[in-house]
Structures are given as C-alpha cells and as structure tokens.
C-alpha cells in the first residue's frame, strides 16, 4: 500500500499525546504521522487566558498545512472539538487534504455558521451533564462560557468509562484547561461549499460515546452528509484508548480507498 500522511488534530483540554498508541501502530506500518499541540494544549507553552479567537487556537494546524509542498497531500483527522480546527484547515487547504476524518468529533456544514453545531450541543447539554468541572463565565453565568477544566468524575464516566486506567491517568497528569470559543465561533465566517464542501469526509462513529452522543453524531451527518459513515463497536469518546487498533483500521482502510 503506498505510505500515506496522516495529520492527527486532539480535543479539547487535550493534546498530541492523546494519539500515543495511534502514532505506533500507523507509523509501524509505514505511514508518516504528525501531530500538533494547538494553542494552550499540550506542551504549547500559551495560555488559555492568551487565546481569545478560535483563529489563534487553530493557528499551529493552519501553519503546519501552509508549510506542506503541493505534492504532501494529508489524511486529516480531527477527534471531538479538534473536528472543528480541521474544518478550518479543510477550507484553508482543500487541495491539500486527500479526506477529513470526523472521529466522534463536531461536524459543521456549509450552511451555517462554524458555530451551529456547538449550539446545538449545548442544548441539548445542561452545565449538570459536566458534573465537576470548573467553568469560566465572561461577566456573569449569562455570557458566554470562556473557559472549562474537566472534572474527574465527568472523565471518567462520560469520556474515559471504558479506556484503560493508565490513560485516564495520563489525562489527569496532561489534561488543560479547554475553551470552546464561544464568543469568537459566532463571528467565524461559514465554510464554503467550493473549498471546504469540496473535501471528501469520513465520519466515525463510537456506540458507546456518552460524550458526543451516537444520537448526535447521527444527527450531524444526516446535516453534512459524508462519503462513508464508519462504526467503532464499545468505544467510549476516546477509542484512541479503548479501541486504538479498530480504530488504526479504519484508518489504514481510509488510505486506501481515498489517493
């Protein structure tokens, strides 16, 4: 099979390290991975409190695509949050993505605003679905939600319920304080049709996501329809944990069939 790029794009409060078993297994079978730490993820060494724009939070990935020769085209990969940095990337760069891979991850479309999706997440979400996190309101819990640090509760029963304990624990040591750019989203122009909506999609599916639930990820591919719809069987929101091998063929099988 020719040796394909895959560009690897974390969650929230995440970061790079999240694909850990991931890098192993495809660059064991040959392939070229990278992965980035977005701005205040990671080992990015910014603040939080020093990233206001969506824009500036994405700005590593936009960097990173800008710097490939026309020749290095990618298979991008955004999990949960990180869909929409790679939707960002998509309109971007679209001839320089061979397909974008939505695994459990926010799906905009061509339609709306880059915010929509989250809206309609937050809807259907009360602040009590986060258990003990820890919330930054702009001026008051009426503003827009600034910040989140998630609890370990929440974690572990509504994200990591059926990873490894050892990763759990390695999110409890790297995880940071997240923003889902609430105030900025909305200001975000929409996507185009001829440049991100010209990107072939894959979305992948987790059953057992309590994060972004199946009913939702349903929901956003019957809104932006993809290429193929792909299902990981007893995956919590993380199966780059619980299920790093199917999810590593899914992946491998994706090269092959987009080139």
Known sequence: ???????????????????????????????????VDLAASGNNPKKLSDVSMFSEYSQLLIEMMDDLNSQDNVILVG????????????????DKILVAVFEAAFMPDCTNLPSFVLDKYNESKPLKFFMDSDFGWGHGTDKPLISISFGSKFLSSNLYQLSPLEDFALNRKLGREASFFQEDLPKTPMFLRERFGSVAKVYIRCDQDKAVTEDFQRWMIENNPVKEVKVIQGSDHMPMFSKPKELCNYLLEIAQTYF
């Open 1 to 35: 099979m020719e040796k394909k790029h895959f560009v690897l794009v974390h969650g929230a409060g995440h970061g790079a390290w999240e694909w850990y078993k991931v890098t192993g297994i495809l660059t064991a079978e040959g392939h070229r991975v990278t992965t």
């Open 79 to 94: 999990h949960s949050f990180g869909g929409l940095s790679v939707a960002l990337a998509m309109d971007r760069f679209p």
